[in-house]
């Protein structure tokens, strides 16, 4: 399926098919942070995934209110960008044996997950407020927030000595 479907005809229906996707991303990622949390060796990273996996929780908690607010069923729709971004992680992570260089692995693929997670929350906000539906962007906005929280400390773990130790 893709992004634009047949049964997207107004800028509401791909609100959302887009809600529908974030979704279906956030529940992958929270079965694929427990993987991550295992094979991190650094014990900032590991803590980091863990607090990003209770967020996650938060996440999926918050879209499906936003679909209550918005009066439609709460259902998810493959998304085949998360569905790559998480499979490439996953084949890196197996073939990296060096603790060190895992870690920095880890940390790249995880800021791909938050960059996809970046954009379609920006996405969806603009959307909601477009349609002058403020009350589900405010809601959004929560989860965008910490995304780009995550991202962040991501950021500084990488440059902050697991890059360091990888090389």
Not at 60 to 86: N, S, T, W, Y
Not at 120 to 130: S, V
Request: hydrophobic share 40%.
């Amino acid at each position: 399926m893709g992004l634009f479907t047949k049964d997207i005809e107004t800028m509401d229906d791909l609100f959302v098919h887009t809600l529908r996707d974030i979704y279906y991303a956030e529940q992958q990622i929270q079965k694929n942070l427990p993987k991550m949390i295992d094979k991190a060796a650094d014990p900032k990273l590991k803590a980091g995934f863990e607090k990003h996996l209770e967020e996650t929780k938060g996440h999926i908690e918050r879209v499906e209110q936003v679909f209550d607010m918005h009066g439609v069923k709460a259902k998810a729709v493959d998304c085949p960008a998360i569905d790559g971004i998480l499979k490439e992680a996953d084949e890196v992570a197996g073939e990296v044996d060096d603790k060190e260089v895992l870690d920095a692995a880890l940390i790249a693929a995880a800021q791909a997950v938050e960059h996809y997670e970046i954009t379609r929350y920006g996405t969806l906000i603009a959307w909601a407020k477009q349609l002058g539906r403020n009350d589900c962007a405010s809601v959004l906005e929560k989860n965008l927030k910490e995304e780009e929280a995550t991202d962040k400390k991501l950021t500084e773990l990488a440059l902050g000595g697991v890059n360091r130790k990888a090389a």
